[in-house]
């Protein structure tokens, strides 16, 4: 089995910094591609970063230049770095990530979500 557990949120004021991580463990070969994804009250899930296994990043125009995403292969962790933090931010903060496992199946999981809450 593999799983990803998640850690990082809480409250911050607006403009400030807050770096989330995502672990996975288990029974992984390879882990290809990792992504943030975010959800705010009453609106729909979204992509906010993801990275590939060969270090290529992607972000939505509304987190570009604020947020940094980056994965730690050896210890098969994700990070995303918010930096310049709006209230707009607020939201569940999910990882994805797409996993092949030990006996070369591909899975794709989602971590259990960490609150971010931007708020003076």
């Known amino acids: 089995q593999v799983q990803l557990v998640e850690s990082g949120g809480g409250l911050v004021q607006p403009g400030g910094s807050l770096r989330l991580s995502c672990a996975a463990s288990g029974s992984i070969f390879s882990i290809n591609t990792l992504g943030w994804y975010r959800q705010a009250p009453g609106k729909e899930r979204e992509l906010a970063a993801i990275?590939?296994?060969?270090?290529?990043?992607n972000y939505a125009d509304s987190v570009k230049g604020r947020f940094t995403i980056s994965r730690d292969n050896a210890k098969n962790t994700v990070y995303l770095q918010m930096n310049s933090l709006k209230p707009e931010d607020t939201a569940v903060y999910y990882c994805k990530a797409q996993i092949t496992t030990v006996v070369r199946s591909i899975v794709e999981l989602w971590g259990q979500g960490t609150l971010v809450t931007v708020s003076s």
């Open positions: 990275i590939i296994s060969g270090g290529g990043t």
